[in-house]
């Protein structure tokens, strides 16, 4: 069956590139002489936390958890499923969890309970 749905942009490619290196210039300022972890949700952040990660200047380490709250739809459910999760020691880190998509916000509260931030 075909996708019908209409969509409106809301930002533009350029406004998205551009807020993405504001973000990197922060977390470079915040986290200097930090060298912070920053997780990435698998598999909706992999676009922007590419593009994310180009725009930072400081030393970072990378790690994945592989999480979702869509189970099979296309609608957010209240049960997260969690996959592999970081294989690092996160005790005593900068960590910053990086999502493609916030629709509520859900995926990451179970995100930091289920590794222990």
Request: charge should be neutral; aromatic fraction near 6%.
């Amino acid at each position: 069956m075909r996708d019908t749905r209409k969509f409106e942009l809301v930002y533009s490619q350029d406004k998205i590139a551009q807020r993405t290196k504001e973000l990197g210039n922060q977390i470079s300022k915040d986290y200097k002489d930090k060298e912070p972890v920053l997780i990435g949700v698998l598999k909706g952040c992999i676009l922007f936390f590419s593009d994310l990660i180009r725009e930072i200047s400081i030393p970072i380490e990378l790690e994945f958890v592989n999480a979702s709250s869509y189970n099979g739809g296309t609608e957010p459910d209240e049960h997260v499923v969690m996959g592999s999760g970081p294989k690092i020691s996160l005790s005593g880190r900068h960590v910053l969890l990086v999502e493609g998509v916030v629709d509520s916000g859900h995926t990451a509260v179970e995100i930091i309970k289920k590794i222990k931030l």
